[in-house]
């Protein structure tokens, strides 16, 4: 059995290696060179335009969430409204209320000082001694015993109660002394602080007036004396009671006024206070706070971020196919959408639409990390509240897990049941586990929300899909089922005009579908482009053999060899455009353009050769009778020109078996291979081989052998042993 040449068995590619032959392809002018670069720059500023506009529009609709609501009240005006919190704010004056109330609780420090009494002591002795001196001299003045004992009493005692103590007694002078040591004793014990300072004068005052042994002129010189040397011992350490102060000061808490709380309620008469939150939270006017902008860039470039990175890692192709602003717009729709939904309740954010539309666009690991970057939006617009962010992820993930490669209208409205399942589950959940109030959860209004939101994706996501089609030009998985409906007008104009070429193209649709399917590409969209591959057919059905009615002439025996292959060759024209005239999608054109590549229309140019060779005539033009191409650009086409060329021929052999169905197949995808139909496909020698496997199986099983019916009528069985076979 022939099969491809040997390749490393690894899936390496089939060599691209150029030859001279016709489809081999020429040389790139200079111009074209120059014309595609021009494209790529192009395209390349289209981009980075797209990028950069998904990233203003991220960085506005997170920024114009983190801006309050502004607030026209005065203070002593009586609020018509009742104004929440939009976001945590600190309330700086019950705050500053509470951080004073503390400080006065806070105990001072008190150092003793021990040397106060024993200073006092030793004055009183040093008092004592002066007043026995000056009482033992003969020939002092007045004037000169009021200057000696002046400094230890005030200014303002009178000179004759100075002169009247040296005339007392030495007992007692020594018992008024000695009393005023205890009395002062007594004081000093109690820790006298500066403020109790009177006190203790006081005290010191009654205790010497109440004692007999103290004369009156004794008792006030006394007095004077420690009105004006008695000092606290009890003294404020004012270093280590600011330290306590500022320990207890830094230990309050802020007074924080929550996300949602009342700040006004309707009714009340605006304070000064009031005014000071709402300053705060810059909705008395039109401040722009920073850190809003800070943290709406700093989440847009790490959102984005995290999009062209997975983007750059995991699927470059939709830059080099030029799918990045379906990307885009798809990012910028999502985000408006969930912008709009948590106008009225972050409960209602369609990121489940988000996922729906990024895995139909590319797939479902992108319907993933995109429905991880609406959450993030969704926590940024709602200020990181835990219900919206965790119904969010669930919702996403829900979709992303129950849509499917070849999903149709009812698979998504199955995904929208799904997530209103998982969200009402996660909403309970939340409830029970206490991250929101209980009641919360058995709101009638918000259990709507959270059951609604997977139907409203689901509808969100189906009226978005034909936006990308009709501008991207993509063809998603419900599109090509609708493609595939025998009723859309060309499949229909082919059944009735062309119905061979209608049975061929089911066959091929089938076949192409099957060998896909085997290598991992798009079975679906090969199937429905083996179905239109052929429309051009219906221009002129009847010079096509498998439209020609049995016992009518052939067109083609009254024609010359190179109209006839010029007749053939334009079916492909011709199928661009009809498929122009229904709008078909670019994706399916292709297959109309790529089925039979550059290949040569052999029985015509052997004819024409033969021809020419009997009249002594130069042989034709080779060119001249191949496609005008292109070759096969993906693995879907490449595989639909196998699928087409095989069924074909396999319908040509007399008696298929397994071994002749293989050998032509094999045979088949060989030609294909060295005249270079392939180079541009992709397809790797594995891939052939897998191709040409599932191929022999789905033929093997068409053109079975059917068992011969016996004759009624002469009652004979069928000769040989077909009969044993068993009918299909």
Same mark, same amino acid.
């Given at each position: 059995m022939m099969r491809p040449p040997a390749g490393n068995g690894k899936g390496k590619p089939v060599s691209k290696a150029r030859t001279n032959s016709p489809g081999a392809g020429e040389q790139e002018s200079s111009l074209d060179s120059v014309q595609r670069l021009l494209a790529g720059l192009s395209r390349n500023i289209r981009e980075v335009l797209w990028v950069a506009s998904t990233f203003l #529009?991220?960085?506005?609709?997170?920024?114009?969430?983190?801006?309050?609501?502004?607030?026209?009240? @005065?203070?002593?005006?009586?609020?018509?409204?009742?104004?929440?919190?939009?976001?945590?704010?600190?309330?700086?004056?019950?705050?500053?209320?509470?951080?004073?109330?503390?400080?006065?609780?806070?105990?001072?420090?008190?150092?003793?000082?021990?040397n106060v009494l024993s200073d006092l002591t030793s004055m009183l002795t040093a008092m004592r001694d002066k007043i026995a001196q000056?009482?033992? &001299?003969?020939?002092?003045?007045?004037?000169?015993?009021?200057?000696? /004992? @002046?400094?230890?009493?005030?200014?303002?005692?009178?000179?004759?109660?100075?002169?009247?103590?040296?005339?007392?007694?030495?007992?007692?002078?020594?018992?008024?002394?000695?009393?005023?040591?205890?009395?002062?004793?007594? $004081?000093?014990?109690?820790?006298?602080?500066?403020?109790?300072?009177?006190?203790?004068?006081?005290?010191?005052?009654?205790?010497?007036?109440?004692?007999?042994?103290?004369?009156?002129? =004794?008792? @006030?010189? /006394?007095?004077?004396?420690?009105?004006?040397?008695?000092?606290?011992?009890?003294?404020?350490?004012?270093?280590?009671?600011?330290?306590?102060?500022?320990?207890?000061?830094?230990?309050?808490?802020?007074?924080? $006024?929550?996300? !949602?709380?009342? $700040?006004?309620?309707? !009714?009340?008469?605006?304070?000064?206070?009031?005014?000071? $939150?709402?300053?705060?939270? &810059?909705m008395m006017g039109g401040r722009v706070r920073l850190t809003a902008i800070a943290g709406a860039l700093l989440m847009s470039v790490l959102i984005c971020g995290f999009l062209t990175g997975y983007v750059g890692i995991y699927h470059p192709d939709l830059v080099t196919s030029g799918k990045l602003p379906m990307l885009a717009s798809a990012v910028i729709i999502g985000v408006l959408a969930v912008k709009a939904a948590c106008q009225v309740s972050g409960l209602l954010a369609p990121t489940a639409a988000g996922v729906i539309l990024a895995s139909t666009l590319v797939d479902r690991r992108m319907g993933v990390i995109f429905g991880s970057c609406l959450t993030l939006v969704v926590g940024s617009i709602s200020g990181f509240d835990v219900r919206f962010m965790a119904l969010s992820l669930v919702g996403g993930l829900a979709a992303a897990l129950t849509i499917r490669v070849d999903w149709n209208r009812s698979a998504v409205v199955r995904a929208g049941l799904v997530v209103a399942a998982a969200n009402t589950v996660t909403f309970a959940a939340l409830g029970l586990t206490g991250a929101i109030p209980l009641a919360d959860v058995l709101s009638i209004r918000d259990l709507l929300f959270v059951a609604g939101n997977g139907p409203l994706s689901s509808v969100l996501a189906l009226g978005s899909l034909p936006l990308f089609e009709i501008l991207f030009g993509i063809i998603t998985p419900i599109r090509l089922i609708e493609l595939s409906n025998p009723e859309?007008? /060309? /499949?229909?104009?082919?059944?009735?005009?062309?119905?061979?070429?209608?049975?061929?193209?089911? =066959?091929? &649709?089938?076949?192409?579908?099957?060998?896909?399917?085997?290598?991992?590409?798009?079975?679906?969209?090969?199937?429905? &482009?083996?179905? %239109?591959?052929?429309? !051009?057919?219906?221009?002129?059905? %009847?010079?096509?053999?498998?439209?020609?009615?049995?016992?009518?002439?052939?067109? +083609?025996?009254?024609?010359?060899?190179?109209?006839?292959?010029?007749?053939?060759?334009?079916?492909?024209?011709?199928?661009?455009?009809?498929?122009?005239?229904?709008?078909?999608?670019? #994706?399916?054109?292709?297959?109309?353009?790529?089925? +039979?590549?550059?290949?040569l229309a052999s029985f015509f140019f052997m004819k024409a050769s033969s021809e020419n060779q009997t009249k002594d005539q130069r042989g034709p033009e080779e060119w001249d009778f191949r496609y005008e191409g292109p070759r096969p650009q993906s693995k879907e086409t490449a595989v639909v020109m196998l699928a087409d060329s095989i069924e074909a021929a396999v319908r040509s052999i007399s008696k298929p078996t397994p071994a002749r169905i293989e050998s032509m197949v094999r045979r088949l995808i060989q030609e294909k291979l060295t005249d270079h139909q392939l180079d541009r496909s992709d397809l790797t020698l594995k891939e052939l081989d897998t191709i040409a496997d599932t191929f022999t199986k789905v033929l093997t099983g068409i053109f079975h052998t059917r068992i011969e019916y016996p004759d009624r009528n002469l009652g004979k069985p069928p000769e040989g042993n077909e009969g044993a076979a068993v009918e299909r």
């Open positions: #529009v991220m960085f506005s609709v997170l920024f114009v969430s983190q801006m309050p609501p502004q607030i026209g009240l @005065r203070v002593g005006e009586v609020s018509p409204i009742n104004v929440k919190a939009p976001q945590e704010v600190i309330d700086q004056a019950a705050t500053e209320r509470l951080k004073s109330e503390r400080a006065k609780t806070v105990s001072k420090a008190w150092d003793t000082d021990p000056l009482s033992s &001299g003969t020939d002092l003045s007045t004037q000169e015993i009021v200057k000696e /004992l @002046r400094p230890f009493v005030l200014d303002d005692l009178p000179d004759a109660d100075i002169i009247a103590v040296v005339a007392t007694s030495a007992i007692t002078l020594d018992a008024s002394m000695s009393r005023t040591q205890t009395a002062l004793a007594d $004081i000093l014990s109690t820790d006298l602080k500066a403020e109790n300072l009177d006190w203790g004068k006081q005290k010191v005052s009654e205790a010497l007036n109440a004692d007999d042994n103290v004369p009156s002129q =004794m008792a @006030r010189f /006394l007095m004077s004396f420690v009105q004006k040397n008695l000092r606290p011992n009890h003294i404020l350490n004012q270093e280590e009671t600011d330290k306590r102060v500022k320990e207890a000061v830094a230990a309050v808490e802020p007074v924080r $006024i929550r996300r !949602g709380q009342f $700040i006004i309620r309707e !009714g009340d008469v605006v304070s000064d206070d009031q005014i000071a $939150i709402l300053q705060s939270l &810059g859309h007008p /060309l /499949l229909h104009r082919l059944l009735l005009e062309a119905p061979g070429t209608y049975h061929h193209s089911i =066959m091929v &649709g089938n076949l192409a579908e099957a060998g896909a399917w085997a290598i991992g590409a798009d079975s679906l969209l090969a199937r429905v &482009g083996a179905y %239109y591959h052929d429309v !051009g057919k219906i221009r002129r059905p %009847y010079f096509f053999v498998e439209n020609q009615v049995f016992g009518l002439e052939n067109p +083609h025996d009254k024609m010359s060899p190179a109209l006839s292959a010029t007749v053939i060759m334009s079916h492909v024209k011709d199928g661009l455009e009809l498929a122009d005239e229904h709008k078909l999608p670019s #994706v399916i054109r292709q297959f109309i353009a790529e089925h +039979h590549g550059t290949t």
